[in-house]
């Protein structure tokens, strides 16, 4: 069983920028069951949608299109925790952002992929 809880989340104005953060907890990493872990967010509406993910081992990343370059994913290992440094946020971006852990370490963009999942933390970007 792995635990994710997010933080890190509130309103900013448009062009300002955040950081979350999620903190893993239970089997995670040494037994092999987190493997990479992922951001995703969802908008009243709208689907959840894959915004971020790294492979836990060496620090691979991969992003969804809209938010290269202002968006960055980072984890310690220390603190088994990853973070999501959000830059140049805009409206559009409101939304519910979940952390998610998965087994593999192929970098998935699929949230039926993942296996665990936190609660959620708000962004709120206004115009």
């Known amino acids: 069983q792995v635990q994710l809880v997010e933080s890190g989340g509130g309103l900013v104005q448009a062009g300002g920028s955040l950081r979350l953060s999620c903190a893993a907890s239970g089997r995670t990493f040494s037994s092999g069951v987190v493997g990479s872990m992922g951001w995703f967010r969802q908008a009243p509406g709208n689907e959840r949608e894959f915004v971020a993910a790294i492979r836990w081992r060496d620090g691979t990343t991969d992003y969804t299109e809209s938010v290269k370059g202002r968006f960055t994913i980072s984890r310690d290992n220390a603190k088994r925790t990853v973070y999501l440094q959000m830059n140049g946020l805009k409206p559009e971006e409101t939304a519910v952002y979940y952390c998610?852990?998965?087994?593999?370490?192929?970098?998935?963009?699929?949230?039926?992929?993942?296996?665990?999942w936190g609660q959620g933390t708000q962004v709120t970007v206004s115009s």
């Open positions: 998610a852990s998965h087994r593999s370490l192929i970098l998935s963009t699929t949230p039926a992929d993942y296996d665990y």
